[in-house]
């Protein structure tokens, strides 16, 4: 997996989409943030942008340490596809569009909206061990220096 990047010379780029861009996605790109620091580029978008974020996930997150109160759900753009290595989806099926040399997941992740704290924490705590092996993918030298 890493081999499709290893052309490159700066650091890798992962956007995040989801329908609402409120929850998932939401707390997806925040743990990456978080936990790789700059040297992932991190984006995230959603198909059909919600008013403002979910606040189960804000108050999820918060738990961890993780302020994302201030974030505001962003419209998926082709530009924000294109400029990204791996395109991460969770739900947003076929309308992100697609581009050759790109890597894409689809994150089978339980849908947060509506939903109170309790049941969005089990939904955080798998995005963050997908996001975990993320960034151990992508930036395995920096992962390893930093962890001695």
């Excluded at 294109?82 to 890597?103: E, N, W």
């Amino acid at each position: 997996m890493l081999a499709e990047l290893a052309p490159q010379t700066q650091k890798p780029s992962v956007l995040f989409v989801c329908v609402h861009n409120a929850g998932r996605s939401q707390m997806a790109a925040a743990y990456l943030q978080h936990l790789a620091g700059d040297r992932i580029e991190v984006r995230s978008a959603g198909s059909q942008p919600a008013d403002t974020v979910n606040p189960a996930a804000v108050q999820a997150m918060a738990e961890e340490g993780i302020d994302i109160s201030a974030h505001r759900p962003k419209v998926l753009s082709t530009q924000a596809v294109k400029d990204s290595d791996v395109v991460i989806t969770m739900g947003c099926g076929d309308t992100c569009p697609i581009f050759p040399g790109k890597r894409y997941e689809d994150w089978q992740l339980e849908d947060p909206a509506g939903q109170g704290v309790d049941a969005v924490r089990p939904i955080r705590d798998d995005i963050r061990a997908r996001i975990e092996l993320l960034i151990s993918e992508l930036a395995p030298a920096q992962t390893a220096a930093s962890a001695s």
